[in-house]
């Protein structure tokens, strides 16, 4: 099976490599030419505090800006772009893939929405990452236990879960895990959707947070106002899926639904807790990708998470204002006109 990956910086990178060294017959394309460049010169550098280091040496690495030198059609993709790039980066493809072949969203937010209108929702599979990963410099990814999960996510604190639209168990299912579990620990959910708005759920509390404040994994909840408004953001967002209908597994890792929405806005302690219990046991230097990109000068995913959180709120009639204020901060940071503070983020509190 001929894989190719669109977008190889922390996922993309970890997964491609890890599956190139084993055998697959992995492309890697990335938009960012110094990372090109590093992993031609060098491989793939994997810091691992849990499983130790790797280092990976894909043969097979271009930019994007290449892809018209492809000679092959390639049996699946894997979409590992920034979100904002989803349509764009499947386009580009769409030369190099067959009637039979599958495109594969293994990215935040919700891509399968984008996809399926390009490639037709028979092709489209999606891929939840449950962890934490990071890429700060080209070719050099740092592989971090998550923040908002819990312990229970593989070696090295990433698995991933892959899921059907129909949610039906399928042999092509179970072979992209094959092609994940290179990296680590893959398996099959019949629960797609649901997997997907939970991991959605960590991003618009996580990232979001960590972007508006600047502060790392380990510094944002130590702060019990931000724990507050880190608390509204999440019960929106829950509140927002279940009105629509995902059937939420778990929220944050290991709460329930009940145990958000069964309480006010913002005044679960079981939430408060484990954001604090958390904050403590994160790798010091870990960030969400959110706070990365800002840290990079670069534009965020804000509208594809807590933003696709207002606009389906809009549909579903749930009020979101948390939620819109955050966006309207990030954006705020994006455009030059703030920048990222903790007392900006604080004050939203309620």
Not at 90 to 110: F, R
């Amino acid at each position: 099976m001929k894989v190719a990956i669109v977008g190889t910086g922390a996922v993309g990178g970890f997964v491609g490599g890890a599956a190139a060294d084993a055998g697959e017959d992995i492309t890697l394309i990335d938009p960012w030419d110094q990372n090109v460049e590093a992993i031609r010169s060098n491989g793939i550098l994997v810091d691992d505090p849990v499983a130790g280091p790797r280092h990976f040496h894909p043969r097979k690495v271009i930019s994007i800006n290449e892809i018209g030198t492809l000679q092959a059609s390639f049996d699946l993709l894997l979409v590992a772009v920034k979100s904002y790039n989803t349509e764009m980066a499947v386009t580009k493809m769409i030369p190099y893939l067959t009637e039979d072949s599958t495109v594969v969203s293994v990215q935040n937010s919700i891509n399968e929405e984008v996809i399926m209108p390009i490639v037709g929702r028979s092709r489209t599979v999606g891929v939840v990452v449950r962890g934490n990963c990071q890429m700060m410099q080209p070719a050099k990814i740092l592989i971090t236990r998550s923040i908002t999960q819990s312990d229970n996510t593989g070696v090295g604190g990433v698995n991933y879960l892959v899921g059907e639209l129909d949610g039906k168990i399928t042999k092509r299912a179970e072979r992209i895990a094959q092609v994940l579990s290179h990296a680590n620990k893959a398996t099959v959910t019949s629960n797609l959707w649901g997997e997907r708005w939970s991991k959605l759920i960590i991003n618009c509390v996580a990232n979001s947070v960590c972007g508006a404040t600047g502060l790392r994994s380990s510094e944002v909840w130590t702060n019990p106002a931000l724990r507050k408004v880190s608390s509204q953001l999440a019960y929106e967002t829950v509140d927002v899926g279940n009105r629509l209908g995902y059937p939420i597994p778990s929220v944050m890792g290991d709460l329930s639904v009940d145990d958000i929405l069964g309480v006010p806005k913002g005044e679960s302690v079981k939430l408060d807790q484990a954001l604090l219990q958390r904050s403590q046991k994160v790798h010091e230097l870990a960030m969400p990708s959110l706070l990365q990109d800002i840290l990079k000068e670069r534009r965020t995913e804000i509208d594809y998470l807590n933003g696709l959180v207002v606009n389906k709120g809009k549909e579903a009639g749930v009020a979101t204002e948390t939620s819109q204020a955050i966006v309207s901060l990030i954006h705020a940071i994006e455009q030059g006109q703030a920048k990222p503070n903790p007392d900006a983020v604080a004050q939203l509190a309620i």
